[in-house]
């Protein structure tokens, strides 16, 4: 029976050591990927099972690194996702993600579930309403390496992975300054967040350093493809409507342009438009999208190689934060001056 | 310090019975959502440890439910995705994603990190590489309920809430017929894959049904944004070039639109094109893109339903299957008559 499949056995059939074998099983990293998979793949055929007691005993580590993100279906996170997991597989862990779907009482359960299911680290990103950060700082102090991407809580002593999201919203609101545009709306998301105050404070800097007044009713918080039409018609109806549009993501910027578009706006001619993120979303919309390319893949790389150093060797005192450089995709929706 | 907040503390902070927070810790099913959202904030805040050792000798479930589907960005798996969460957060459950990347090895090792974490359940979509079932059918033996969804092993006695895929391709096939359409082009999944070829067969038996030849120039295996570019130009460079594309999924669809624009030729006037899962891709693009309306969100809601099912009570021999309703979403990127 499938129960007496030995590891001489796959041995035997790979033409390889027994000792091969159970190294490649555990995902030791001096077994290369093509081993670890054609070993993996001739286990799972013969329906090998280790002894679960005996290895539970002698090697407790499941092996895994968990992952708590916003939102998945954001294209930002999905590439994060696969930066990780790149890194991750490739030294031998496997990855599994948990969504707080925005929400702080979710992202608390989320963070027991990586602790009951012994996860060996965790990458962060917090929610909109996470303002306490207990939770996942418990985390740490139980054992469990930590860092953070992309949203980081402020002030505190952690490991991260961020963007500078001052720079990149001053050089997007700069790109639409030096396209001509001179009444620029911003679409933000809630200045709690630290990246939206962070997003808003660049956008008010380049606003500044051009000598263009800041007008408050341009700065509207809306950070959804949803929200942005209510938003996008509001500021077309004020006496001095805007004639371009900072979005604090690119779902928002494409509600902002379909919005326009059904008032018969031209976009960019009459109102020009940047995004940030540059996801898949900001090539397919007619005119395609201009926007920040916030790198989320590295981002991932960077966030999971940094966590298996910690996983290795636990950060002693001082922690490290990791800056990801980014830059403007200029497509059709700021192109005013050809 | 933290480690001496009990749960008569939380209880009387929040005026309510001790073993009301305590089932409320323990995600028990009697317990409100509400009352548990803020039990867990406030024990989060106070920085609440339950005696782990006592608690995992007592009570040794996670409360996980693992998943394993292959490509996160996709749209379809992140709707499929929230309606798993929404039934299991709600049952007390938490929700782990792993991705497979569309490949089998990468399957088999989420499927033993599923079992080492020790999760109580497993909702699957098998990998487009996966042909081999064993990693997958050998947790359901050692005891871990299975339900699998969109994806489901062909021939093999399962648990799965799936979609009718060759009646939803005849019904996208014959209303490109019905529009006008003589010369429809195919751009298929590999066909190994069952829901591939499950709409292959729709699509022949459309075109059968009202008396259109089937031309196997007109099939070609490219089920990606990219793949869509080079099988496109290839068929508008036939002598008889189709006037209608029947896409595997959106992606592919929305590639096909984008190059056939870029070619200068008008859809969907000299081309009509309709795709597969209606996600939000499908509604940004200009013209906006006709799909399958795959309702992802409720198969994550019945697949979820029949895996806490199975876990409070196995299968007796008999496997269910669940299917799911599907519709035509009709956009513009069809609307050849008026």
Redesign the interface.
Known sequence: MSSQVTIKDIAKALNISASTVSRALK?HPDISRET??AV??L???L?Y?PNAVALSLKNSR???I?VIIPE??H?FF??V??GI?DVA?EAGY??????S?ER???E??????LD????EGALISVSKETH?F??LM?LEENGMPIVFFDRAPEGLDVDKVIIDDRKAAYNATRHLIETGCKRIAHLAAPLTLGIASERFEGYKQALKEYGIPFNEDWVVVADS?ELAGDATRNLMHLPSPPDAIFAVNDMTA?GAM?TL?RMSIAVPQKVAIIGFSAG??SD???PTLSSVDQHGYEMGVEAAKLLLERIEKPAEGKHKTCYIDTHLVLRESTRRKS
Not at 94 to 99: A, F, I
Not at 108 to 113: E, K, L, R, S, T
């Open positions: 995902n670890k998979d993996n793949e286990a799972a055929k329906r099972k499941t092996n895994t968990g998945v279906v294209y999905s590439s996702i696969s997991e597989y496997n990855v599994m993600v948990c969504q779907n702080y009482a979710r608390v359960i989320n963070a027991q579930a009951s299911n012994r996860v306490d207990n939770h418990s493809f494409i379909k578009q898949f979303f397919i919309t007619t």
